[in-house]
């Protein structure tokens, strides 16, 4: 077994990338998703059809789409590397994840599926002023949106430079930049239903190429977990080589970075406003809960594959190997599927990464564009006086200024690892939206002062504290390399600015002097639990 291990790990240093393959698999990806997308598009002319598809998915197929929308790149690229590289302490992205979307599941998602109608504001401001709520909602979509996006450009350019065999600054921007042009087209043409169809594809193809690949790792290591974990093991560089199987590796120095990740990760996806805004795209709250059940079955599945991923790949590829190649952590699972099937799998496993970049980022766009347009645009500037076209015309260029900030920001984080980017983006979540919706569904006395002290309070803490904390200065792994000193010790702002976010709730709620209206509040209990009233609603 030993001589084989040594075989493959051998062989995955000599195979050479093949960039015309590479090319010709992505062209052909892009051109199929590009076909859906257009016979999507057709009859895509109101607000409902372009933010929520018409709401003519079945739960089934919004299960699919969910997953799609959920497991971005940071759940296949960077928490296979995390786990090649780290061991344990990166599988603990896998178990937040999934534990955090069983919180989002229990405690928001069918709720604000009753009570609203294309966007996370709509819930939000449903009691409460409008102006002023609306205004904060969209304000913190877009900047949850905007970080979130910077994990895929990340992704994206450490992937497609890994196949190509570019790894200078210039080459990884232009290929961050041709992401960023397609994520526009893909909206722009297909709307919600467009990019809908995009996710159930790519939910196909990770999951079924995931599959795959952990059947083929076992198959090496005898189907037996107990030998993948002692050749990853002995492939380790770490001292001692089994820390990989234990706790503390990566947050052993300072347990408190540890605790504010573990707390923004299991907080933050009932605060993402993408994945919240696939619950509007079917007709009624049944499907809801069938799409549901179907979701947590898939991404509990996919979450459960990557730690014979990310293992195997520390096992057959080797951590020294992964960090050199271009793209660095995020190689981890193409790497694996070189040293597995040469470059024909890699070029198949590295166009489904690319799919799965593509179809979050498509979804994140067509989320911020729906919350500037619906929210600040058509409900605030223009109160509701929009012509019929109007509000969509607004979204559509929305979605173009969107995909330049996203380039520009993709470039400046290329080397991050993206689950770890994905875990700002989650403490953004958690902080300024999370307290926000618990307080509106659950708590009578919330008013508009403490959704707004919440949102805005919650925001401007995660943010700053990003900004001040070593992800921007002082070390190796900086957006700003080796530059100036953290200000702010820790990588994830959640241990403080979550906690604010509820406080500043509750303390604007109970110092306000104005009332809300106690009959919205009963309206919006009962069409929150029971769904009455909601499908009148979404038809106006």
């Known amino acids: 077994m030993n001589e084989l291990l040594g075989a493959v790990h051998t062989a995955v240093q000599t195979v050479e990338n093949d960039p015309l393959l590479n090319m010709l698999i992505f062209g052909g990806f892009v051109a199929v998703t590009l076909i859906i997308v257009i016979r999507a598009s057709r009859n895509s002319k109101t607000a409902a059809d372009y933010y929520a598809a018409g709401r003519s998915f079945t739960g089934p197929q919004n299960g699919f ?21 780290n061991g344990f302490d990166g599988f603990l992205y896998s178990i937040g994840f999934l534990v955090a979307w069983l919180v989002a599941l229990l405690l928001v998602a069918e709720l604000m599926r009753n009570t609203g109608k294309f966007t996370m504001a709509d819930v939000l401001s449903f009691r ?8 904060a909602a969209a304000i913190t979509t877009l900047a949850v949106c905007f970080f979130y996006l910077l ?12 196949l190509l065999g570019i790894d200078d600054r210039l080459g990884q921007s232009l290929v961050v930049a041709v992401v960023g042009v397609l994520m526009v087209v893909y909206v722009l043409v297909g709307g919600m239903k467009g990019t809908t169809w995009v ?19 076992l198959a090496i290591n005898g189907f037996n977990l107990n030998t993948l974990l002692e050749s990853a093991v002995a492939a380790s560089t770490t001292d001692p080589k089994d820390a ?11 347990p ?27 007709p009624t709250a049944k499907e809801a809960r069938r799409s549901v059940v179907w979701a947590i079955w898939l991404i509990g ?21 992964i960090k050199a190649a271009p793209g660095g952590v995020n190689s981890a699972a193409p790497l694996l599927a070189q040293a597995l099937g040469g470059p024909w799998l890699m070029g198949l496993i590295s166009a489904v990464a690319f799919a799965t970049i593509l179809a979050v ?20 500037i223009k109160k509701g006086n929009v012509p019929p076209d109007g509000e969509v015309k607004v979204a559509r260029r929305t979605v173009i200024v969107i995909g330049v900030l996203a380039i520009l920001g993709g470039i400046g984080v290329q080397g991050q690892n993206v689950a770890f980017l994905v875990a700002l983006a989650f403490a953004v979540a958690a902080s300024a939206n999370l307290p926000t919706i618990l307080y509106s569904l659950f708590w009578r006395r919330f008013t508009t002062r403490g959704a707004v002290w919440s949102m805005y309070g919650g925001l401007i803490a995660a943010v700053g504290l990003i900004i001040l904390s070593p992800v921007f200065w002082g070390t190796e792994t900086s957006v700003f390399k080796n530059v100036g000193v953290a200000i702010w010790p820790l990588n994830n702002p959640g241990i403080v600015s979550i906690p604010l976010g509820f406080f500043l709730g509750w303390l604007g709620s109970v110092t306000s002097r104005a009332k809300e209206s106690p009959e919205k509040a009963a309206e919006m209990d009962v069409r929150s639990l029971t769904g009455y009233g909601a499908e009148k609603a979404v038809e106006h």
């Open 65 to 85: 789409a969910i997953s799609g929308d959920y497991l971005s790149a940071a759940s296949f690229l960077g928490i296979c590397g995390a786990i090649a590289i």
């Open 128 to 135: 409460l002023k409008q102006g002023p709520v609306r205004m």
């Open 151 to 162: 994990a895929q450009m990340a992704g994206a350019g450490g992937l497609v430079s890994l």
């Open 199 to 217: 996710q159930i594809v790519k939910a196909f193809l990770l999951i079924g190429g995931a599959l795959v690949m952990t059947i083929w790792v």
């Open 244 to 254: 990989i199987l234990g706790p503390g590796l990566q947050y052993g120095k300072n």
């Open 256 to 282: 408190w970075d540890f605790i504010s990740l573990a707390i923004a990760l299991v907080l933050g996806t009932a605060g993402l406003p993408h994945v919240l805004m696939r619950f509007y795209t079917v």
């Open 301 to 321: 599945l996919f979450y459960l594959l990557t730690l014979v991923l990310g293992y195997g790949a520390g096992a057959l590829v080797g951590p020294e190997t």
């Open 361 to 380: 980022v498509a979804g994140l766009a067509i989320t911020a564009a729906a919350s500037f347009a619906h929210d600040i645009y058509a409900n605030v």
